[in-house]
């Protein structure tokens, strides 16, 4: 069964800092890999995806994801962090074959300060 | 407008009581997902339909029930609902149809959060 792992709960960073979420994955295949964004009241958005090819993929508001096969990552990034990036990020990983489903890691909250 | 909907955004409920969270969307997907989250356990899938005569039941479907009206019409339904119910709930779509790098990406719609007391 696939699973995911958020090891981080909570990170803080100061504004203008960099940021890497860790996310390690579980599936017997290439896995399909995605970070999702929610911030506060709303709803899960997407800022990346990964299927195949190149494994740094470039996603929205500047950020960034590199699929490591040998270490089960998919790490997520952005050199430069605003305030208004402040919100729980959540990892996921999807199924091939005709059963799609997504497995999500529990999460990790991003406090900015500024 | 979203193109996903979920209603009602908000709803307390006392024990015991049935209540049904819908879910629309024009995003013309087959593929409807219900989930649930709770603090710390990340998301969680309940029910899942890849088209109106297919459903599907997910990690957590106790408690709950389902029923696609429609291609574009999702609802959830908690018969006797209890407090351990009170959770946030999400309502996503996907389109396999839209290519092999759509299968899985799925578009969520903005949650309803239910307080069971």
């Known amino acids: 069964a696939q699973s995911v792992t958020q090891p981080d709960i909570h990170i803080t960073v100061s504004e203008g800092a960099s940021l890497e979420l860790r996310c390690n994955y579980s599936y017997g295949a290439t896995p399909y890999l995605f970070w999702y964004v929610q911030s506060p009241g709303q709803g899960l958005q997407l800022l990346l995806k990964?299927?195949?090819?190149?494994?740094l993929v470039q996603g929205i508001k500047g950020f960034e994801a590199e699929f490591k096969r040998s270490q089960s990552s998919f790490n997520l990034r952005k050199p430069s962090v605003h305030w208004s990036d402040a919100a729980e990020y959540f990892c996921?990983?999807?199924?091939?074959?005709?059963?799609?489903?997504?497995?999500f890691g529990k999460g990790t909250l991003l406090t900015v300060n500024p | 407008d979203a193109d996903v909907t979920q209603t009602p955004r908000n709803r307390i409920t006392k024990t015991g009581k049935r209540i049904m969270l819908e879910c629309s969307q024009t995003k013309g997907h087959d593929r409807m997902y219900w989930y649930r989250q709770d603090p710390g356990l990340g998301l969680r899938l309940i029910y899942y339909s890849f088209d109106v005569k297919d459903i599907n039941k997910g990690e957590i479907s106790d408690g709950y029930s389902v029923s696609r009206q429609a291609q574009a019409k999702f609802s959830l339904s908690l018969e006797s609902a209890i407090p351990n119910q009170t959770a946030l709930y999400f309502c996503?779509?996907?389109?396999?149809?839209?290519?092999?790098?759509?299968?899985?990406?799925?578009?969520f719609g903005p949650g309803t959060r239910l307080t069971v007391l």
């Open positions: 996921a990983v999807g199924s091939g074959g005709s059963n799609y489903k997504l497995t």
């Open positions: 990964y299927f195949s090819g190149d494994t």
């Open positions: 996503a779509t996907s389109d396999p149809a839209g290519g092999y790098s759509s299968y899985n990406e799925q578009f």
